[in-house]
């Protein structure tokens, strides 16, 4: 009796022992197949994004991304593929330092006035892709911030609704209640104050506004520095795993940099290692003038000598930690 229940016993475990692994094996089927389709994805996407371009003074060639300090700049374009006329309508400069694990930003104000090269002569920031493309912006941001622009990531503005919707939306946290108008559509919507959920229409719309911001563009580049890390925080998060396969699809049609293929997975990485990281955010000061009655921004000299030196001492690893209260530029975020 005992020895038909003992062997009765064995055969249940043996049964779900062979469950366990068949579940087990299945599992690790289904994974495998979708990390072969992000590495599919991610192939095909990156053999379409990677336009070969060395910025003047850049590094490039003696970079090692995760643990050499770098630079990406990062440009929003109008009618980035549709019209050879399009404007640079976002423009951040991302410094980064993964020794001293620390994260600059600065976001440069699209009326901006600067001496564009390929022109020869000065004009806002915003009108310089459309006069030579990436690398007129590049060259006109670095006629402003004398640090090496080592890479650069432009999207336009399909890409980044594309992007938002492929997600299943981002929440971000209102600062006030404004209207704003639709791309498309062209209908009002109103953002109001507190967390809300924004599909891609409604989040390239949030971002964009800057006329009812009481900050101007100050107010317009932190809802965007919000918006991107909203973006990030989605992308990364364990839901939406199945869901990044759509992402970098739709990532080949409206994105292009000049980070290899080979290094992609090295930005990945690096960024990973510290998307926790303290983000100074920079801040370009300057005042309002008309000129020939146009208005525009013009950079405060002081201003930019002291991002130049924060930015060199980043790239450089000296670097020291500081605070709004004691640097003129820094606000530190979370």
Same mark, same amino acid.
């Given at each position: 009796? &005992?020895?038909?229940?003992? $062997?009765?016993?064995?055969?249940?475990?043996?049964?779900?022992?062979?469950?366990?692994?068949?579940?087990?094996?299945?599992?690790?089927?289904?994974?495998?197949?979708?990390?072969?389709?992000?590495? %599919?994805?991610?192939?095909?996407?990156?053999?379409?994004? =990677?336009?070969?371009?060395?910025?003047?003074? %850049?590094?490039?060639?003696?970079?090692?991304?995760?643990?050499?300090?770098?630079?990406?700049? @990062?440009?929003?374009?109008?009618?980035?593929?549709?019209?050879?006329?399009?404007?640079?309508?976002?423009?951040?400069?991302?410094?980064? &330092?993964?020794?001293?694990?620390?994260?600059?930003?600065?976001?440069? !104000?699209?009326?901006?006035?600067?001496?564009?090269? %390929?022109?020869?002569?000065?004009?806002?920031?915003?009108?310089?892709?459309?006069?030579?493309?990436?690398?007129?912006?590049?060259?006109?941001?670095?006629?402003?911030?004398?640090? !090496?622009?080592?890479?650069?990531?432009? $999207?336009?503005?399909?890409?980044?609704?594309?992007?938002?919707?492929? /997600?299943?939306?981002?929440?971000?946290?209102?600062?006030?209640?404004? #209207?704003?108008? @639709?791309?498309?559509?062209? #209908?009002?919507?109103?953002?109001?104050?507190?967390?809300?959920?924004?599909?891609?229409?409604?989040?390239?719309? =949030?971002?964009?506004?800057? #006329?009812?911001?009481?900050?101007?563009?100050?107010?317009? &580049?932190?809802?965007?520095?919000?918006?991107?890390? +909203?973006?990030?925080?989605?992308?990364?998060?364990?839901?939406?795993? !199945?869901?990044?396969?759509?992402?970098?699809?739709?990532?080949?049609?409206?994105?292009?940099?000049?980070?290899?293929?080979?290094?992609?997975? %090295?930005?990945?990485?690096?960024?990973?290692?510290?998307?926790?990281?303290?983000?100074?955010? @920079?801040? @370009?000061?300057?005042?309002?003038? *008309?000129?020939?009655?146009?208005?525009? =921004?013009?950079?405060?000299?002081?201003?930019?000598?002291?991002?130049?030196?924060? /930015?060199?001492? +980043?790239? *450089?690893?000296?670097? $020291?930690?500081?605070?709004?209260?004691?640097? !003129?530029?820094?606000?530190?975020?979370?």
């Amino acid at each position: 009796m &005992n020895t038909r229940k003992s $062997t009765r016993k064995r055969k249940k475990k043996k049964r779900l022992r062979r469950f366990v692994l068949l579940l087990f094996l299945l599992l690790i089927g289904g994974v495998g197949a979708f990390g072969y389709n992000i590495y %599919s994805e991610t192939k095909k996407a990156s053999d379409k994004i =990677y336009e070969a371009l060395k910025p003047p003074g %850049s590094r490039t060639d003696h970079i090692e991304m995760r643990k050499d300090p770098f630079t990406v700049l @990062l440009v929003g374009v109008e009618n980035q593929y549709h019209d050879e006329k399009g404007r640079s309508d976002v423009v951040m400069l991302l410094t980064v &330092n993964p020794k001293t694990n620390k994260v600059y930003l600065l976001s440069i !104000p699209r009326d901006t006035r600067v001496y564009i090269p %390929s022109e020869g002569r000065k004009d806002k920031i915003t009108h310089s892709y459309s006069y030579g493309g990436i690398q007129s912006t590049i060259e006109a941001v670095n006629e402003l911030i004398d640090v !090496p622009i080592d890479y650069y990531i432009t $999207t336009d503005f399909e890409g980044f609704q594309k992007v938002v919707d492929s /997600l299943g939306g981002i929440t971000v946290d209102v600062p006030f209640t404004f #209207k704003a108008q @639709l791309t498309g559509s062209l #209908k009002w919507h109103t953002f109001y104050k507190g967390k809300q959920e924004l599909n891609g229409n409604e989040a390239l719309a =949030y971002v964009r506004m800057r #006329k009812s911001d009481p900050r101007g563009d100050f107010g317009r &580049n932190e809802r965007q520095k919000q918006v991107i890390r +909203a973006i990030i925080d989605k992308s990364t998060s364990i839901t939406s795993l !199945p869901k990044l396969d759509d992402v970098i699809a739709d990532l080949g049609d409206h994105v292009r940099t000049n980070i290899p293929p080979s290094d992609l997975l %090295s930005f990945i990485y690096v960024y990973q290692k510290m998307k926790n990281a303290d983000v100074e955010n @920079l801040h @370009l000061k300057g005042y309002d003038e *008309t000129i020939d009655g146009v208005y525009y =921004y013009i950079p405060d000299e002081q201003s930019v000598s002291s991002i130049n030196e924060t /930015l060199h001492q +980043a790239l *450089t690893g000296t670097d $020291t930690s500081f605070t709004q209260h004691d640097h !003129p530029l820094g606000q530190r975020t979370n």
